[in-house]
């Protein structure tokens, strides 16, 4: 027998024990590549969101409170009561030009 026909066999089953080998490395490494994609998906989602939470935040600080409302609330029912007390106070010498006018005529 040549060295060829005996090393023949052999080297068909070193071939596919190969391929073998090579095919559970490549099933068995695919689920971490995967994760890995999705894990950097996810990280990158978390900064984007991590940005708009911190715009929020720096733009709340400018915005008025619970307790400017309530301050604006509160002037604006002072203004209107001193608004009706000059509307009021308006009428009376409306009503006392309008008697005036009247009575001289």
């Known amino acids: 027998m040549e060295l060829a026909d005996m090393l023949g066999p052999w080297v068909a089953i070193v071939a596919f024990l190969v391929a073998i080998a090579n095919t559970v490395w490549v099933w068995m ?6 994760a890995k994609k999705q894990n950097e998906e996810l990280n990158d989602d978390l900064k984007a969101h991590d940005r708009r939470i911190q715009s929020l935040e720096s733009d709340s600080r400018h ?15 002072r203004m209107q009561a001193r608004m009706e007390t000059e509307m009021e106070s308006m009428g009376h010498t409306v009503r ?6 009247r009575s001289e005529k």
Do not use: C, M, W
Request: no cysteine; hydrophobic share 35%.
């Open 29 to 34: 490494s695919q689920p971490g590549q995967l």
């Open 63 to 77: 915005l008025p409170t619970k307790e400017d409302f309530h301050k604006l609330v509160e002037q604006f029912a």
């Open 96 to 101: 006392r030009l309008d008697n005036y006018l």
